[in-house]
């Protein structure tokens, strides 16, 4: 399939590290927000979701934390796994947004080192 | 498997033509969302569909349109198209307020 990966920032981990992926997001007024996992060739893939009023949830080997002070959002993965490479977005959804009228940031490639 | 399918998986047209893409909401889905979204970089929001009826609009020009049919189902037309049409085009279902499922994409390629 065709690469989504191409001119976007990368973060190169071996396999059973942690992996932190970073997010800036643009909107004050965002009170949801949204990682997905984009493999080559496919569509976004929900991982994790949080809302406004939470600054840490766990899901299963993922954690995502909200900062609103400066409005930043991070996604951890724990033990990384060869199956994790792919491109990572974060999306937002301003207050009273729909959940599918979604703002995807500029995503990250997620390359796992075997 | 999402349950959202969309057709054709690729397509190449020339400069000032129109295209039509299609997409299969997950069964029971009444919203439909479409996305573009240009090599290297996040997807971009067209519109979205909700029971047959436009439902929020992104920055996209009249030459982008679509439909929703009774069955939910949506097309997306694209009208007059330009070499920066080319990109991924996905399409996203989903019930009112509940989490939205993406189609694998149609990969247009204008030339």
Same mark, same amino acid.
């Given at each position: 399939g065709e690469s989504v990966g191409l001119h976007l920032p990368t973060l190169s981990v071996q396999e059973g590290d942690n992996s932190i992926i970073n997010c800036a997001y643009s909107n %004050? =007024? %965002?009170d949801y927000f949204i990682w997905y996992k984009q493999e080559s060739g496919k569509g976004p893939q929900f991982i994790i979701d949080i809302r406004s009023n939470m600054d840490k949830r766990q899901g299963q080997r993922v954690t995502v934390l909200l900062n609103k002070t400066v409005k930043h959002l991070s996604l951890q993965i724990a033990a990384t796994q060869p199956g994790d490479s792919a491109v990572y977005f974060c999306a937002e959804i301003p207050?009273?947004? =729909?959940?599918?009228k979604l703002i995807f940031g500029t995503g990250t490639l997620l390359a796992v080192q075997p | 498997e999402t349950g959202v399918t969309q057709s054709p998986t690729h397509l190449i047209k020339t400069r000032g033509q129109q295209v039509t893409l299609r997409c299969s909401s997950q069964s029971g889905h009444n919203t439909v969302s479409w996305y573009q979204q240009a090599l290297g970089q996040g997807p971009q929001f067209i519109f979205q569909y909700y029971r047959e009826e436009e439902n929020g609009r992104g920055n996209f020009p009249p030459r982008f349109s679509g439909l929703q049919f009774p069955n939910y189902s949506s097309e997306l037309n694209v009208n007059? *198209?330009? *070499? $920066? $049409?080319s990109a991924l085009y996905l399409c996203a279902s989903s019930l009112q307020g509940s989490e939205a499922f993406f189609g694998q994409g149609t990969r247009l390629t204008v030339v």
């Open positions: %004050s =007024a %965002s207050y009273g947004g =729909a959940t599918n | 007059a *198209l330009e *070499l $920066d $049409d």
